[in-house]
């Protein structure tokens, strides 16, 4: 059974950082590319990242370009979002969703992690 | 900056068939832009439907069926159920990976 379980959400002042993992199970993770995707809540999903299997290839839409960095640990089946200069408007749930079965797109979602960036 | 248009809301009858669509300000949808459907109800992640244009999931009920139609990609449900009331996202690759906006889909 495929598995994506996200960690360390919280709260955060404006200006902060903040680290998100994605433990993943149940599938070749170190064969898939992976994507996080974030949603205000109420409001519609906003693709953020992805990455390539080896790591080596990363793609950030431009709300998040320089301040966000994704990136993986295969031998820990582990993805991570480092959040930094975080704003009000990155408020919102953060899923990791992987890229599975053949064909480019999105097949399996975690459950998410909320971000709140509140002074 | 592309952007991908979703119809707002929609409201099909019990059995009824339903076409949701996903247009892009660049130009026609086609298969290049791998398009991907999800659906996602209250307080839950989304969850896969179709993925390139038309290919569906192990999970995915055969009632829902992935198209590309006059330049957009489409979704179209035949039979819909009352479980089938939802969000529906479509999910395009046009240089970066794109959203569209969400149709909240109600069924009465």
């Known amino acids: 059974e495929v598995q994506l379980v996200e960690s360390g959400g919280g709260s955060v002042q404006p200006g902060g950082s903040l680290r998100i993992s994605c433990a993943a199970s149940g599938f070749s993770f170190g064969d898939s590319w992976m994507h996080c995707v974030r949603q205000v809540p109420g409001k519609g999903l906003v693709w953020v990242s992805r990455i390539s299997p080896d790591g080596t290839d990363t793609t950030y839409a431009?709300?998040?370009?320089?301040r966000f960095t994704l990136s993986r640990d295969n031998a820990k089946n582990t993805l991570y979002l480092q959040m930094n200069s975080l704003r009000a408007e990155d408020t919102a749930v953060y899923y990791c969703?992987?890229?599975?079965?053949?064909?480019?797109?999105?097949?399996?979602w975690g459950q998410g992690a909320l971000v709140t960036v509140s002074s | 900056q592309t952007v991908v248009t979703q119809e707002p809301s929609l409201t099909v009858s019990p059995g009824g068939t339903v076409t949701l669509t996903c247009a892009s300000s660049?130009?026609?949808?086609?298969?290049?832009?791998?398009p991907n459907w999800f659906q996602q109800k209250p307080g839950q992640p989304p969850r896969a439907l179709i993925y390139?244009?038309?290919n569906k999931h192990s999970w995915t009920p055969a009632r829902f069926s992935g198209s590309l139609l006059g330049g957009k990609a489409a979704l179209t449900l035949s039979g819909a159920q009352p479980d089938d009331e939802a969000d529906y996202y479509c999910?395009?690759?046009?240089?970066?990976?794109?959203f569209g906006g969400g149709t909240k889909l109600t069924v009465l």
């Open positions: 660049t130009g026609a949808v086609t298969t290049n832009n791998y």
């Open positions: 999910l395009i690759y046009s240089g970066a990976w794109l």
């Open positions: 969703a992987a890229d599975i079965v053949p064909g480019p797109g999105i097949d399996y």
């Open positions: 431009d709300s998040v370009k320089g």
């Open positions: 390139g244009s038309s």
